[in-house]
């Protein structure tokens, strides 16, 4: 997503670097009719070619994106002649404007933007002694918005080490955004410490000129670079050990609170040239914090790793896990899951479409390799897989001895099971006695994270204690400490495993699966003999907390047997989903 570069001649498709710099095609109603067709592979694709701005660092890199939230949600279709709108062209103005590279009233651009050249204050507050601290070396990459350069420590800790050096010119910063990206992506990276795939921060500089970040350098290329190299394709194993290192990372950071939002290949650095070394996320500059219950509505990341829900301007932690998701479908067959010939049409496919698993290899891959793939594609982010959840996949799990880490979505379920009525709290345990081994094993590994006591339960001490163990100071920012304020039951009463699996459930994620029919079924059963009672309307209207200004006979008639008064199936299945009043008035 963003401003894209292009060669004007057509690409040798013979040579993987050409590949990765394919024309963009202008829009128009017949090429869009034809970009639409997103199925399709571009013959000028042989291999996998990620965005056009393939290097992280390379003078082509504008392939990301940067868009506030407006009123419209991209891809509504008109009738003909006239094409479905581009979300890609105010994206793309947004971003040049965005960081004053684009003349004033160069672009409409909507809600604000800052007119470039205004009275800007760049200071930052950073240390201003960076030249007597390090000797700065060669470049070695180059972005839109700044470059990166080897250097050496001259004095302190880091003398005589090599480190990598981000340099963001002033001059640049152009607009209150862009300063406000700087300052956010120094703020992550100095509260995000301690994990062994994060690139590690060293410190900040600044002077009149430049900014200058101070990190890990890493030596080994990035995962795009050994993507090539095997021609566009990793055996499950190898593809496996990658994913585990990714998925790892994008747990931690999320539940530190922080959504990365610009997951690609090209964001994963190798810490050395050995083949067994060790993957670094990097690059936070589209990052930000997220508190647990809250939604982001700007549009960032790259066209063709951008989940749905990001171009619908409602997103949280779940966008990363798509693209995980895209990243894992890239290394398993060497192909993108969502290709068009312009970034419009790779948005409607990112919209619209699905991924394919009839070409070739995905027929000769284990189907535990397609199930992991396709539950991080879900296009709805409730029945995504989270990251930790992903790792207790048994596509990663039956080949790896994985420690699967805390997981935010556990609190997330958590809260919302503790607000929950009463009778579909009786409705939950009935669908946790369903749940299978495979199920059953992400949450005993969570249950057991929480340290419970020598009964076997836990109370809010255990969930506040485990949190803490592994905290950083990003956490205090998107507020996870206080989320836990939901979950103030706990501190009067105990938790057993029984229980926990009922409120750490995902009815979403179970609805995904191809048993979720059996699921509800047996769940039902189950419920008809320990929970299922007699009601009246008013109360189960009561208990679901329906306002007396909703229809509530015309609403909720098809849920209570006519025959005895208890719940139906109909029923018993919208109170698992745990039905709000808008969602219970579509009913009628």
Known sequence: MGACTSKSHKPNPYSLRETLEAPQVPETPANNAAAADAGKKSPFFPFYSPSPAHYLFSKKSPATTTAKSGASTPGRLFKRPFPPPSPAKHIKSLLLRRH????????????????????????????????????IGEEVGRGHFGYTCSATGKKGELKGQRVAVKVIPKSKMTTAIAIEDVRREVKILRALTGHSNLVQFYEAFEDQENVYIVMELCLGGELLDRILARGGKYSEDDARAVMIQILNVVAFCHLQGVVHRDLKPENFLFSSKDESSQLKAIDFGLSDFVRPDEKLNDIVGSAYYVAPEVLQR??????????????????????????????????RAVLKTDPSFDEGPWPSLSSEAKDFVKRLLNKDPRKRMSAAQALCHPWIRSHSDIKVPLDILVFKLMKSYMRS????????????????E?????????????????????????????????ATNAMKESRVPDFLAALNALQYRRMEFEEFCAAALSVHQLEALERWEQHARCAYEIFEKDGNRAIMIEELASEL????????????????????????????????????????????
Request: with cysteine; hydrophobic share 40%.
């Open 545 to 588: 907390g329906l306002s007396p200004s909703v229809p509530v006979h015309a609403v909720l008639q098809d849920w209570i047997r006519h025959t005895d008064g208890k719940l139906s199936f109909l029923g018993f299945v919208k109170l698992l989903h745990g039905p709000s009043t808008r969602t219970l008035v579509k009913v009628q």
């Open 438 to 470: 495979d199920e059953l094993f992400y949450l005993r590994e969570q249950f057991a994270l929480l340290e419970p006591d020598k009964n076997g339960s836990i109370k809010l001490d255990n969930v506040k204690t485990a949190l803490m163990k592994i």
């Open 100 to 135: 004053g590279s684009v003349k004033p009233n160069a672009a409409a651009i909507p809600e604000g933007e800052e007119a470039e050249g205004a009275d800007l204050d760049k200071s930052f507050g950073f240390s201003k002694q960076f030249t007597s601290r390090y000797e």
């Open 314 to 347: 409602s997103y949280s932690t779940e966008a990363d896990v798509w693209s995980v998701g895209v990243i894992a479908y890239i290394l398993l067959c060497g192909s993108r899951p969502f290709w068009a010939r312009t970034e419009s049409g790779i948005f």
């Open 421 to 436: 009525s009463s009778l579909r709290k009786a409705a939950m345990r009935a669908l946790s006695k369903t749940l299978t």
